[in-house]
């Protein structure tokens, strides 16, 4: 993750966040369209799911200069993902809908550039969640 990639993804962000709800919409529509068999773990209101979502990538995003204080939020997040009914394999079904629903988002603007530093940004998201998943005796 290069200073360059940090600041690609940050600026990305920017613009997807007047669009937050649309945005959040579009990445379930997205999701169940990839596997449908991921909609049963989703209990809640998916409007108030989807503020969540787009809040936390927020947060992280906006952190990625001090992984000091994002990991520990990340590796929390992982471990209440393992009740949530998560596996890891879900991950890279997440991150494709996910890349899926900024490129919808952005348009032109989600050059390849932009693509690379927001799949290396959610794999160490991804990984690190993942990784304090592990840790969580079953
Ligand atoms: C970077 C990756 C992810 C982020 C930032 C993220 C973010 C969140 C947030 C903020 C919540 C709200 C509850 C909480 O804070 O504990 C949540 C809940 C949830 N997430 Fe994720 N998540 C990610 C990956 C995934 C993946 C891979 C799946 C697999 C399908 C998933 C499925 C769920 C489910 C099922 C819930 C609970 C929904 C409910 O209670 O109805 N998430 N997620």
Redesign the pocket.
């Known amino acids: 993750m290069t200073p360059q990639q940090i600041q690609l993804v940050q600026d990305s962000f920017a613009k997807v966040v007047p669009i937050a709800d649309t945005a959040a919409a579009l990445f379930y529509s997205n ?1 169940f369209t990839a ?1 449908p068999a ?1 909609k049963p ?5 998916m409007e108030e ?1 989807g503020k ?2 787009m ?3 927020g947060a ?1 995003v906006g952190k990625l200069k001090d992984l000091d204080t994002l990991v520990p939020i ?1 590796q ?2 992982g471990k ?2 393992v009740g ?4 890891p394999s ?2 890279d ?3 494709g809908a ?1 890349l899926l629903t900024l490129e919808q988002g952005l348009g032109d603007a989600f050059t390849p550039e932009v693509k690379e530093a927001w799949t290396v940004v ?1 794999g160490i ?2 990984k690190t ?1 993942i990784d304090a998943a592990n840790l969580v005796e079953t």
């Open positions: 999701l596997d991921l773990l989703f209990k809640g209101n799911q969540k979502l809040q936390m990538i992280a990340l929390n997040l209440r993902h949530y009914g998560v596996k879900h991950y079904t997440v991150g996910l959610y998201m991804a969640m």
